[in-house]
């Protein structure tokens, strides 16, 4: 089938290559030059496991092909995936500009039936929205559907190749039947392509995150309470998960979620919900919580020096918001270095993907080093941010060797107590036992 995608962000990169991946014929528009340059010349310009391997080969194969030029892009196209950016306007709520200018140029070029799909996260509504723009462009047939992405950083395209579930927002049946074509390779394990109408597609995309960011921080205010009783949260989760009404998965504490999904679309909810004079309590409180817990990791190292970092060293290990990315958007470690240089600290951090991002947001503030060794020189304490895999079974010679003080504050849980205190660590983690 032939595809146009509107938007090579992250979304719209990945949604683009794995269509073509099936087989598809891709067309991808950007209105950044540059970046469609660099793409014709076969550079991915972000980081994502296993996209760069597709991007390369259905490029060589002819598939997969990227434009500036918005009309060549639809000319042939079935259908038109929209992956725009919806960043939270001033008052919260996402903002349409891109979603709703792109679907007047595009009704403005159609010369025969269109599906146009939104892919990018939108309030409810907005297919309404992006319907009523278009008509009042065109005269030609098209419809308007709602096809939210469920798409995991760092596993983007297992997400999109093998989805659990897809959900199609449209009550058109020439659309519905070209979604369903469209999808059918993606679902061959039986997993249900879900149709419905656009309005309760649209919900249920923040509907689910909303979901997923009330587990965290449910779990965040076991974890604190656990400290405070002397219980340990790693227990509590493994307890309650194993009741499969609960599950295993996204129970794990930390120190407050991140990334541009969650924060910004639980927001985005709760506006929604006001505007629609409904008080959404629970997810005020989510937030209020995650605001807190962002701050979690600081708040013990103040009381540990008793609120003086003046001069004091300290070595990160982490910036991305989450492993297996170089994302920073909403990462905890922004706020955490923050709290930390405001306060007179000297920060080292390493990264293994994201400090060119972070140099780029906070300049000479703090420092990078080489490797996550190098980053413990003289360190007075050492704070791990994010869970990557080379944190979690370090080489503790070499950690011992490097840092002033054995001293770790981990917002991740990523070593075993007994461990820390056999290496005679001092170990503060997040709703476990205080080792010291
Ligand atoms: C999320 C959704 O999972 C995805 O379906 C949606 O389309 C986009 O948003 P993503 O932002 O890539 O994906 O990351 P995810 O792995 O879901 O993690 C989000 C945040 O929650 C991270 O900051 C992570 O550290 C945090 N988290 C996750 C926890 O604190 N505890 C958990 O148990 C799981």
């Not at 469209?182 to 997993?191: A, C, M």
């Amino acid at each position: 089938m032939k595809i146009a995608v509107v938007g090579t962000g992250y979304v719209g990169l990945v949604t683009g290559t794995c269509l073509a991946e099936t087989g598809n014929q891709v067309i991808c528009v950007d209105i950044n030059e540059k970046k469609v340059k660099m793409m014709q010349d076969g550079k991915l310009p972000i980081y994502e496991p296993g996209l760069e391997l597709l991007f390369e080969r259905n490029i060589q194969q002819k598939r997969l092909h990227f434009t500036s030029n918005l009309a060549e892009a639809i000319a042939e196209a079935k259908i038109i995936f929209m992956a725009l950016p919806t960043p939270p306007g001033g008052d919260g709520s996402a903002d349409l500009s891109y979603v709703l200018g792109a679907a007047k140029d595009i009704a403005k070029l159609i010369t025969e039936y269109k599906v146009v799909v939104t892919k990018s996260t939108v309030p409810v509504g907005t297919a309404d929205k992006v319907t009523a723009v278009m008509k009042a462009h065109t005269n030609i047939d098209f419809a308007v559907v709602s096809n939210p992405e469920f798409l995991r950083e760092g596993v983007a395209v297992e997400d999109f190749m093998k989805p659990d579930r897809v959900v199609v927002g449209t009550l058109d049946e020439r659309a519905r039947k070209l979604m369903a074509e469209l999808y059918s390779p993606y679902v061959r394990q039986g997993n249900p392509v879900i149709f419905m109408d656009e309005r309760s597609s649209e919900l249920t995309k923040y509907a689910a995150n909303s979901f997923l960011a009330t587990k965290i921080s449910f779990m965040n205010e076991i974890a604190n309470l656990c400290e405070l009783v002397g219980a340990d949260v790693d227990m509590v989760r493994r307890g309650i998960g194993s009741d499969e009404r609960i599950g295993k998965r996204f129970l794990f504490s930390g120190i407050g979620y991140g990334g541009s999904c969650f924060p910004k679309d639980v927001q985005a909810l709760a506006k929604s919900a006001e505007e629609n004079k409904y008080d959404f309590r629970i997810l005020n409180s989510v937030m209020e919580v995650n605001e807190v817990q962002k701050r979690v990791l600081v708040e013990k190292v103040k009381k540990y020096f008793k609120g003086d970092l003046k001069g004091k060293k300290f070595a990160i290990w982490g910036l991305a918001f989450k492993p297996e990315t170089d994302d920073i958007r909403e990462a905890p470690a922004l706020y955490i270095i923050d709290d930390l240089v405001a306060a007179g600290a000297i920060v080292t951090a390493f990264d293994p993907e994201a400090m060119n991002n972070v140099k780029g947001v906070v300049g000479d503030k703090i420092s990078f080093a080489e490797n996550q060794y190098d980053a413990l020189k003289d360190a007075d304490a050492l704070l791990i941010v994010t869970e990557w895999s080379v944190f979690r079974t370090p080489d503790f010679e070499q950690m011992e060797e490097n840092l002033k003080s054995k001293v770790i504050f981990d917002g991740r849980n990523l070593y075993d107590l007994e461990k820390m205190i056999d290496l005679g660590y001092y170990y503060n983690s997040i709703g476990r036992k205080l080792i010291s």
